[in-house]
C-alpha cells in the first residue's frame, strides 16, 4: 500500500468525484427518511495543500484552484464551493469530511480506510461528527457486512487506488456484490483512464452486474507528461436529474479545468436512462 492520497487531493479528478457526490447527498436529502453512506476507500477526510506531498506533486492547482473565481453556478457547486472555502486557505476536504459535514442528524456515514496513518487522522476528522463512524479495516471485505444499510436508502462510495494491477476487476466483483446486496442504492466509483480501452472494459464488467441504470462520466483534461490526463465516474442507480445537474456543472467547470484549453467532458447513459 504505497498510495498517497495527499499528492492527488484537489485535482481534476477529485474535483469532478466531489461534485458527484455533493450532488447525489443534495438529492437524498430531498426525502426526511434517512439514509446511510458507506465510504469504502475513504482517505483521511482532510488535506493540507500546502503539505510537502501537494506542493510537489502541484496538482491541485489543475483543479480546485482553478475554481477559485467561481461565484456562481448551479447549486451543487455553490454548496462544495461553500464547504472547501469554508475550511479555511490551503485545506481541502476528503469525501467523508464532505459527506459528513453535509449529513443531516438522521444520517449516517461508514468510512472505511485501511492505511493506519491514514485512519488515524481519519478519525480526528470525523470527531465532530456524532453521526459518522470510521472503520479501519479493509474496504472490500467489510462491505458485505454493512449491505443492505438498515435505511434501505443510500450511496456506496468505492474511490480505491487502482494500485494493484487487478483492481478494476476487484471493483467490478464488488460494485456487483454490493448491487446484489442493495438494488435500489446509489454507487459512484471512481476510476482513472490511463487506457481507454482498459477502461471501457471495466466499465462493461460492471455493467455485467446487471443494474437498471448506469451512467458514465468522463473527463479530459489533455495530456501533460505521465500525469493522469483522463478519469472518470460510474453512478449505479443515479438520482433523477444527477445526469442533467452533472452537465451543468461540467458547462461551469470544464473550460476551467483542461491543461491547453478546454477539459472534454462527456456525461452518457451504459444502461436506463431518464
Ligand atoms: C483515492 S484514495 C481515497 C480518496 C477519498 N475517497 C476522497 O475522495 O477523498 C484511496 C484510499 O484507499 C485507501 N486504501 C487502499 N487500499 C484499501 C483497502 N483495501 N481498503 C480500504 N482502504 C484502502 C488508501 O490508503 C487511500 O487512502
Given at each position: 500500500?504505497?498510495?498517497?492520497?495527499?499528492?492527488?487531493?484537489?485535482?481534476?479528478?477529485?474535483?469532478?468525484?466531489?461534485?458527484?457526490?455533493?450532488?447525489?447527498?443534495?438529492?437524498?436529502k430531498k426525502?426526511?427518511?434517512?439514509?446511510?453512506?458507506?465510504?469504502?476507500?475513504?482517505?483521511?477526510?482532510?488535506?493540507?495543500?500546502?503539505?510537502?506531498e501537494?506542493?510537489?506533486?502541484?496538482?491541485?492547482?489543475?483543479?480546485?484552484?482553478?475554481?477559485?473565481?467561481?461565484?456562481?453556478?448551479?447549486?451543487?457547486?455553490?454548496?462544495?464551493?461553500?464547504?472547501?472555502?469554508?475550511?479555511?486557505a490551503?485545506?481541502?476536504?476528503?469525501?467523508?469530511?464532505?459527506?459528513?459535514?453535509?449529513?443531516?442528524?438522521?444520517?449516517?456515514?461508514?468510512?472505511?480506510?485501511?492505511?493506519?496513518?491514514?485512519?488515524?487522522?481519519?478519525?480526528?476528522?470525523?470527531?465532530?461528527?456524532?453521526?459518522?463512524?470510521?472503520?479501519?479495516?479493509?474496504?472490500?471485505?467489510?462491505?458485505?457486512?454493512?449491505?443492505?444499510?438498515?435505511?434501505?436508502?443510500?450511496?456506496v462510495?468505492?474511490?480505491?487506488?487502482?494500485?494493484?494491477?487487478?483492481?478494476?476487476?476487484?471493483?467490478?466483483?464488488?460494485?456487483?456484490?454490493?448491487?446484489?446486496?442493495?438494488?435500489?442504492?446509489?454507487?459512484?466509483?471512481?476510476?482513472?483512464?490511463?487506457?481507454?480501452a482498459?477502461?471501457?472494459?471495466?466499465?462493461?464488467?460492471?455493467?455485467?452486474?446487471?443494474?437498471?441504470?448506469?451512467?458514465?462520466?468522463?473527463?479530459?483534461?489533455?495530456?501533460?507528461?505521465?500525469?493522469?490526463?483522463?478519469?472518470?465516474?460510474?453512478?449505479?442507480?443515479?438520482?433523477?436529474?444527477?445526469?442533467?445537474?452533472?452537465?451543468?456543472?461540467?458547462?461551469?467547470?470544464?473550460?476551467?479545468?483542461?491543461?491547453?484549453?478546454?477539459?472534454?467532458?462527456?456525461?452518457?447513459?451504459?444502461?436506463?436512462?431518464?
Open positions: 500500500m504505497n498510495y498517497r492520497h495527499a499528492f492527488h487531493a484537489g485535482n481534476f479528478a477529485d474535483v469532478i468525484k466531489h461534485l458527484a457526490l455533493v450532488s447525489i447527498l443534495i438529492h437524498l426525502k426526511p427518511a434517512p439514509f446511510a453512506v458507506i465510504d469504502s476507500h475513504a482517505g483521511r477526510g482532510l488535506y493540507d495543500l500546502t503539505s510537502e501537494a506542493r510537489r506533486s502541484g496538482e491541485a492547482a489543475g483543479g480546485i484552484a482553478r475554481l477559485a473565481g467561481l461565484t456562481d453556478g448551479p447549486e451543487t457547486l455553490r454548496s462544495y464551493l461553500d464547504l472547501v472555502r469554508g475550511l479555511g490551503g485545506r481541502y476536504p476528503g469525501s467523508p469530511l464532505i459527506a459528513a459535514r453535509l449529513l443531516r442528524p438522521q444520517d449516517r456515514l461508514v468510512a472505511i480506510e485501511k492505511h493506519p496513518q491514514e485512519a488515524q487522522a481519519l478519525g480526528a476528522a470525523l470527531a465532530p461528527f456524532r453521526r459518522a463512524r470510521l472503520a479501519e479495516a479493509d474496504g472490500y471485505s467489510r462491505l458485505p457486512s454493512l449491505l443492505p444499510p438498515p435505511e434501505r436508502r443510500g450511496l462510495l468505492i474511490d480505491p487506488p487502482y494500485e494493484a494491477p487487478d483492481e478494476f476487476a476487484q471493483v467490478a466483483r464488488a460494485v456487483a456484490d454490493v448491487h446484489r446486496r442493495f438494488a435500489t442504492g446509489i454507487v459512484l466509483i471512481w476510476f482513472p483512464i490511463k487506457s481507454p482498459a477502461a471501457d472494459a471495466f466499465c462493461g464488467e460492471v455493467l455485467l452486474a446487471g443494474p437498471r441504470k448506469l451512467l458514465r462520466l468522463d473527463i479530459h483534461v489533455g495530456a501533460a507528461d505521465d500525469r493522469l490526463a483522463a478519469a472518470g465516474l460510474l453512478v449505479v442507480n443515479p438520482p433523477f436529474g444527477f445526469a442533467d445537474d452533472m452537465r451543468a456543472v461540467l458547462g461551469v467547470v470544464a473550460p476551467l479545468l483542461g491543461r491547453d484549453g478546454a477539459a472534454r467532458a462527456r456525461v452518457a447513459w451504459l444502461a436506463g436512462g431518464e
